[in-house]
């Protein structure tokens, strides 16, 4: 059977799955929600649902000891009841999904458990809160979708950076046509993570004191780093891709069309381990497969132009390297820099950024901007972290759904597999099956 077939015979089976956004309520008294995965990130958006009104956190599960009671203090230090426990063995996280009674998890594991824990827990009818990415394989992508239709459980990716104030105040200048009909946009992940894919392995110090990863390190060290030995192409794409989505109405209205992705060579890491450890070291012998610049250009149906980079393994300053580009000006975050013709005080000469910025101010952040000072990522964590709770709270669709995640997501794979064949361009497939057309804009649409 075809993938589309299997859509539509799946899409009959029940009312369920009529649409990614089926909603259900939540248990009396408030939600309870489970974290998988205590470590540096599970701690952090642990710290944003004490924030939330109305959320219990029923049960934490972790394989690390250290990473759990990181958990459990935070829990302690907030007053609030202790929460189960689940930590025996790997599969911990299924005896949670059936004991636990919850509402809603919370996964903030490597990559690759991603996609089969979202899949047991939709079908246990437990709502997904996915860290970035949703799936490594391009058929994990397919499942994690096949099973959100069949049960119609919410999952939403939690894509902290469509929340950044100035992507948000940008998304506003996009609908009130600022920068006329969109042409071009730009995004990525340009980050030195050298300290964080390599450090000394002892626990409680993720970040950098020696040049070990694997089994010998620690945090990210131990599961992202391997990706990097074993995978070539653009791995963490939803940083950059997710805001350029929802500028260019991606899945509503409009689409992915096709990618064509390029890696550079690779020299950071392993330039890094001779550095820190000697030429002597066993990790320099290690070949590194991740180009150190990978670079997707992605057509979209509407006539757009999405250019991804992705920069982890080289010396450079922090920059998603954003850029909005439409008939009538643009905007780049790289120089904090606007051009709006007509409108700016110079022709052909930037001007800051700022005062439009503030101009255009997302009504979200007018109003909880508050409230998610100190929140993590300058507050992004705050509002995806509510947006998530508020959506079940309300029975209400999801803002990052279904498809939203597996078509940022699944850029990987695909990226993976056109660098694989020489750089040759390939189909972005149409995870709607059509519905693109008729679906329409509901993210960030307002304060609520």
Not at 4 to 19: G, H, M, T
Not at 102 to 109: C, E, G, R, S, Y
Not at 315 to 329: A, E
Not at 391 to 410: C, F, G
């Amino acid at each position: 059977m075809q993938r589309r077939d299997f859509l539509k015979a799946s899409l009959a089976v029940s009312a369920l799955s009529l649409s990614p956004d089926f909603v259900f309520g939540k248990s009396a008294g408030g939600l309870r929600v489970g974290i998988i995965g205590t470590g540096m990130r599970g701690k952090v958006l642990l710290g944003e649902l004490l924030k939330q009104e109305g959320v219990e956190i029923a049960a934490l599960c972790d394989v690390d000891g250290f990473a759990l009671k990181g958990a459990t203090d935070i829990l302690s230090a907030a007053g609030r009841p202790k929460a189960r426990i689940f930590s025996d063995n790997n599969d911990a996280w299924r005896e949670m999904l059936e004991k636990a009674r919850l509402d809603a998890v919370i996964i903030a594991t490597p990559w690759e458990w991603h996609a089969p824990m979202a899949i047991a827990a939709m079908q246990a009818r437990v709502a997904v809160g996915c860290e970035v990415v949703a799936g490594v394989t391009l058929e994990d992508h397919w499942q994690v979708l096949r099973t959100q239709q069949r049960t119609g459980t919410p999952y939403m990716l939690l894509e902290n950076v469509c929340f950044r104030r100035d992507v948000l105040a940008t998304l506003n200048m996009v609908r009130q046509g600022v920068f006329g009909e969109l042409m071009h946009l730009e995004g990525g992940y340009e980050h030195d993570l050298r300290e964080v894919k390599l450090n000394s392995g002892v626990p409680g110090k993720p970040y950098g004191g020696g040049v070990e990863f694997g089994d010998k390190g620690w945090s990210e060290a131990r599961w992202r780093t391997p990706h990097s030995v074993a995978r070539n192409g653009e791995l963490y794409p939803s940083h950059g891709a997710g805001p350029c989505a929802m500028w260019a109405n991606i899945n509503r209205g409009n689409r992915f069309l096709r990618l064509t992705s390029y890696a550079s060579k690779s020299r950071g890491l392993h330039n890094h381990i001779v550095a820190g450890g000697g030429a002597d070291h066993p990790n320099a012998r290690v070949k590194f497969r991740l180009g150190d610049v990978v670079t997707t250009q992605l057509a979209c149906e509407n006539g757009e132009t999405v250019l991804l980079t992705h920069d982890t393994s080289l010396p450079r300053p922090y920059s998603l390297g954003f850029r909005v580009q439409g008939t009538r000006g643009l905007w780049m975050d790289v120089n904090q820099s606007i051009y709006i013709e007509g409108k700016s005080e110079t022709p052909h000469k930037w001007e800051p950024a700022q005062p439009w910025l503030d101009r255009y101010d997302h009504p979200l952040w007018k109003k909880f901007g508050a409230a998610a000072a100190g929140g993590g990522h300058g507050g992004m964590d705050f509002f995806v972290v509510r947006a998530f709770v508020e959506a079940l709270k309300a029975s209400a669709p999801m803002p990052i759904n279904i498809y939203d995640a597996v078509t940022w997501s699944a850029i990987t794979p695909l990226s993976e597999q056109s660098i694989g064949l020489g750089n040759r361009t390939v189909e972005f497939p149409d995870f709607t099956a059509g519905d693109w057309k008729t679906r329409k804009p509901i993210f960030a649409l307002d304060a609520s």
